[in-house]
């Protein structure tokens, strides 16, 4: 992925809080302006492959590039303190809930309804 020096400086500073996270890059030396994405958190892998079964386009590369913005401006604007759950993590899984949700007009077999209202009657 293709980064200036001044964000590669910054991931270089929080790459292991990264890795904590899930994501683990690495830093070329003979590339100043560039990383290297070696492992992803497994939600993004999830979401890829969700996008892929329906016939889209990749979005993987795009999700990790929108987190390390993410994580570079959270450096920049507050020196690397963290909240909760990364917003980038948070659009994945909602995106996630929302495509496997049962929507109105969905059919569903005798036996997914019998197992949507027992699923309902345990809460």
Known sequence: IEVTEEQKRLLWSC??????????????????????????????????????????????????????????????????????LPLTFLKVLASQACHGAIKFNDSLTVEESCQLIEALSCC
Do not use: M, W, Y
């Open 15 to 84: 790459h292991k809080s990264l890795k904590d996270l899930g994501l683990e890059i690495s830093f070329p030396e003979n590339n100043r302006s560039e990383i290297l994405v070696g492992k992803v958190p497994l939600c993004f892998v999830e979401r890829e492959a969700n996008e892929l079964r329906r016939g889209r386009q990749p979005v993987a590369k795009s999700i990790v590039e929108e987190f390390i913005r993410e994580q570079v401006d959270l450096l920049q604007t507050t020196g690397g303190a963290r909240g909760t």
